[in-house]
């Protein structure tokens, strides 16, 4: 217990540390204050830290990953790791108290692994198992703990505090982001992660960026509504979730 106390300390003095040397930013004049976002100018400040890091090492790279592998191979990856968080998705609804769905995520992890050559090859969904995307901050939220005030996280991006815990834990839980022994290999197939992940909104970003929006303010409220959304279905009473009008495809 000391030691992962001491270990979930430290995830939280990196993330202190990266906030502290971002600083804080002007809020744009006519933009309407959320009551979920109190820390708006400094969360402002992270999120042109976030864009920037996008703009000149994750967008080049995706950039580069697209040119040199075909499709066919970018979708054996995105599969792969699909199908290994679907072992922690199965994990948090079990959590939840969905031991059904639970059920379905673990048969999709047996059926893609044994007959999608380690998950490479999604044949479970074609199969009828339904695919979900569930994390601790979801848990947490179904287990009735506040969200609390909006932040950005610096390299995660929209976040709260309950959320920020909620990563922490995954991050704690994540095999290949913590356990395996070869640091060499631990770090490429992380970056690959990140690589991977950003190759997923590659073409959303473009369409942001050419909106004439206020793109921190409507990520913002994506996420939020998002969040919302995700942990209302999650929970087990009789009470209507809250619809969203659209997704936020950056989480």
């Known amino acids: 217990m000391i030691l992962a106390a001491g270990k979930v300390a430290r995830h939280c003095l990196l993330v202190i540390s990266a906030l502290i040397l971002v600083g804080c930013a002007a809020i744009p004049a006519g933009s309407e204050p959320s009551p979920h976002d109190p820390w708006e100018s400094f969360n402002r400040s992270v999120f042109d830290f976030n864009e920037g890091l996008d703009t000149y090492l994750l967008r080049p790279v995706t950039t580069a990953y697209r040119f040199v592998l075909p499709e066919f191979v970018r979708e054996g990856i995105y599969n ?22 639970a059920f379905n995520d673990t048969m999709r992890v047996v059926v893609n692994t044994i007959f999608g050559l380690g998950g490479v090859i999604d044949m479970a969904t074609p199969g009828g198992l339904e695919k979900h995307k569930e994390d601790f901050g979801q848990t ?96 087990t009473t009789d009470e209507e979730p809250m619809v969203t009008p659209y997704e936020n495809q950056y989480q």
């Open 80 to 101: 792969f790791f699909s199908n290994y968080n679907d072992i922690y998705t199965a994990l948090n609804n079990l959590l939840q108290g969905k031991p059904d769905l």
């Open 140 to 235: 947490f939220g179904v287990w009735g703990i506040p969200s609390g005030p909006y932040i950005v996280l610096p390299f995660f991006g929209p976040s709260s505090v309950r959320d920020t815990f909620g990563t922490l834990a995954d991050l704690e839980s994540d095999y290949l982001f913590k356990y395996i022994p070869n640091v060499g290999l631990r770090n490429s197939i992380t970056g690959l992660r990140v690589v991977n992940a950003r190759n997923t909104y590659y073409e959303a970003g473009d369409l942001l960026d050419g909106a004439a929006i206020d793109k921190y303010s409507f990520m913002r409220d994506a996420y939020i509504q998002r969040r919302q959304y995700q942990i209302d279905e999650g929970r």
